[in-house]
């Protein structure tokens, strides 16, 4: 089935630590996204990638890392200068149109990555 | 920027009650608006969409109108179930912006009783 995978689905980190979530996709899009989504709020953008090898910071990229070496994958690393880490941390991936982005386009989500510090 | 702006929950209703969950929005350019539903522990899924104005997105009862002069895209359905309780999210994402990902509300919980 197509569709967007993430793991771990539970993870602990010691302070100081860093840590990668992954995040792969098999629906062939152009798009992946990264979000995390703290308590009772809403979800917030970190990075997004339109295209391999190129990746542009969301609203709150500080402490964190990403690469995209290959279409299908899109790695979040969580890195100790990340204060508050802990959170459920989403992972999204949608087709471009030539015009407009994602413009119009479903953007489709992973099942999550649940991370608490210990 | 974008925004976007949604009632706060949780709201509780009974079973087959109607349902109105409300979004404004502000926006750069001209966007397009969606409402995407979280079941506990779960990822997000897209529940409908609408890319222009007065068009109507609709999906498993529910509906949503975009609605321009208002700038608002609420959400309805006539009667909702207990399987209806979920965190709902508004989102909008604009064209013609270099920065091309959603802008999401806080999320709405939607608690159904029997």
Same mark, same amino acid.
């Given at each position: ?36 989504? !703290? ?15 190129? *990746? ?12 995209? &070496?290959?279409? &299908? ?35 489709? *989500? ?9 | ?13 009974? &079973? ?30 897209? @529940? ?6 007065? !068009? ?27 399987? !209806?309780?979920?965190?709902? *999210? ?11 990902? @959603? ?12």
């Amino acid at each position: 089935d197509g569709g967007i995978t993430q793991s771990p689905k539970y993870l602990f980190r010691k302070e100081g630590q860093n840590v990668t979530l992954s995040c792969e996709q098999n629906l062939n899009h152009d798009a992946m996204y990264w979000y995390r989504q !703290d308590p009772g709020q809403g979800l917030r953008l970190i990075y997004y990638s339109q295209i391999v090898n190129d *990746f542009q910071k969301g609203d709150i990229a500080e402490g964190y890392s990403v690469s995209r &070496e290959k279409k &299908e994958s899109f790695p979040l690393t969580v890195t100790s200068a990340q204060k508050n880490p802990t959170a459920f941390y989403l992972c999204a991936s949608s087709n471009l149109l030539r015009t407009g982005g994602a413009f119009g386009n479903t953007i489709y *989500f992973g099942e999550g990555s649940w991370l608490t510090v210990v | 920027g974008d925004s976007v702006t949604q009632m706060e929950g949780p709201v509780t209703l009974s &079973e087959e009650a109607f349902l109105t969950i409300n979004c404004t929005y502000t926006a750069t350019g001209y966007p397009s608006l969606f409402w995407y539903v979280q079941y506990p522990g779960e990822g997000l899924q897209l @529940l409908l969409k609408a890319t222009k104005a007065d !068009d109507k997105g609709s999906n498993k009862g529910f509906e949503a109108t975009y609605r321009k002069e208002t700038t608002s895209f609420h959400l309805e359905k006539g009667s909702v179930q207990v399987s !209806d309780s979920a965190v709902y *999210f508004c989102a909008l994402s604009v064209r013609d912006t270099g920065r091309r990902a @959603l802008t999401f509300g806080s999320g709405t919980r939607l608690q159904v009783q029997p």
